[in-house]
């Protein structure tokens, strides 16, 4: 909001310092083209500065209707220009969280609910003599199906997590578990979810924070992105 | 006479007479009004200057401070598989040829087609992929594409 009121305070002081603008360079004298500038342009000026500047000339009421007249023919000849999309998808008012045009402008991360109820990455583990990255892409597409056209970024997880140690019935603490996190963009398709796994969601950092446990969250939320 | 040839001839070499506003070289007929109109006074341009330096640096220190994170994140995830097996961390590490085939493409290739291969050999590992995205104003006209055909590339 305050970047739109600054860049439209700038381009009001650029169109009040700047040259005038040589139209009979660029437009041929007395064509329609040349009429539709000038209105387009009276407007423009009456916007940036207010009502006095770009007055239109009051004394010649005919030629003033001529000229719109003549623009408005201009415009049923060039037919009608592109529609822009709109930047909120019908899946944004539905909260439809397994949808992949939502939030157009932030990033998604997608979550699997396992069988304990529990909302995390996917993951799985690696098996005698694969690298970590081939495991990382093995388990994703073990959970998540084949239909998605994903690509591992690097070699290099982005980060890791601990989770906290638990005891077994009879004192001894578990060894050690942790998860790696490799990042991956998928460019197409969707998640098909194995079995094993319940649900599936495509959640932006902040919505991400409500589903998961405290101690993954806290785990987590330094890898992912903000935006 | 050609009236284009003239247009031409007076935007290349503006004359001399300096009695009306050209395109060329002065201001506008009506330049103080139109500056009172946009400025509203000296101080407020200035504090308004200042406060758009002050967003930016907002931004840039945020942007700095998320990417200190994300690093120091990836920078202990490295020191932690380096404790747990020094062999992961040696290939985690290891900057590999994109131009060869892996063995096991090789392999695969052998089975597949000509225009199979040529997509298997599309991605190549360590580039940016052809289909990812760039960020744009707006959406797609067609959305997201749901219906992609699996093709699964040895990593």
């Not at chain 1, 007395?30 to 770009?54: C, D, H, V, W, Y």
């Not at chain 1, 578990?177 to 098909?192: D, E, L, N, S, Y």
């Not at chain 2, 002065?26 to 139109?34: I, K, N, S």
Request: hydrophobic share 30%; charged share 30%; glycine share 4%.
């Amino acid at each position: 909001m305050f970047e739109r009121a600054y860049y439209s305070y700038q381009a009001r002081l650029r169109r009040a310092l700047s040259n005038p603008f040589p139209y009979d360079f660029y437009f041929k004298q007395g064509s329609i083209l040349e009429t539709r500038f000038n209105m387009e342009e009276q407007k423009r000026e009456r916007r940036a500065f207010g009502p006095t500047f770009g007055k239109e000339d009051d004394f010649d009421k005919e030629r003033a209707a001529a000229n719109r007249a003549a623009a408005q023919q201009l415009a049923e000849q060039e037919g009608e220009s592109e529609e822009m999309m709109p930047r909120v998808h019908p899946s944004d008012e539905a909260r439809d969280y397994k949808s992949l045009d939502r939030k157009g402008k932030r990033n998604l991360y997608l979550l699997l609910k396992d069988a304990n109820d529990a909302w995390r990455f996917p993951q799985g583990s690696v098996e005698k003599g694969e690298l970590l990255h081939q495991a990382a892409q093995r388990d994703m597409y073990a959970e998540c199906g084949e239909h998605m056209d994903a690509w591992i970024v690097s070699r290099n997880p982005i980060g890791h997590y601990k989770p906290p140690m638990t005891l077994s019935p009879k004192g001894s603490p578990f060894p050690e578990q942790v998860t790696f996190f490799f990042k991956a963009h998928i460019m197409q398709g969707q998640c098909r979810p194995a079995d094993n796994v319940k649900d599936f969601a495509w959640l932006t950092k902040q919505e991400i924070e409500s589903y998961v446990d405290k101690h993954y969250w806290d785990g987590i939320k330094d890898i992912l992105s903000d935006h | 006479m050609d009236p284009k040839k003239d247009a031409i001839r007076q935007a290349l070499y503006p004359a001399n007479m300096r009695n009306r506003p050209t395109p060329t070289g002065t201001w506008r007929p009506d330049v103080g009004r139109a500056i009172q109109h946009a400025i509203p006074s000296v101080q407020a341009h200035n504090t308004i200057e200042r406060a758009w330096l002050l967003h930016r640096r907002h931004i840039r220190k945020r942007r700095e401070a998320e990417l200190a994170r994300k690093f120091d994140c990836m920078k202990k995830a490295m020191d932690e598989l380096a404790n747990i097996d020094g062999h992961l961390y040696y290939e985690a590490n290891r900057p590999e040829n994109p131009r060869a085939r892996s063995v096991v493409e090789q392999q695969m290739t052998k089975g597949l087609k000509a225009s199979e291969a040529k997509t298997l050999d599309a991605r190549i590992r360590g580039l940016f992929p052809r289909e990812l995205r760039m960020p744009t104003d707006t959406p797609s006209k067609t959305g997201w594409n749901y219906h992609y055909k699996p093709f699964t590339r040895p990593i």
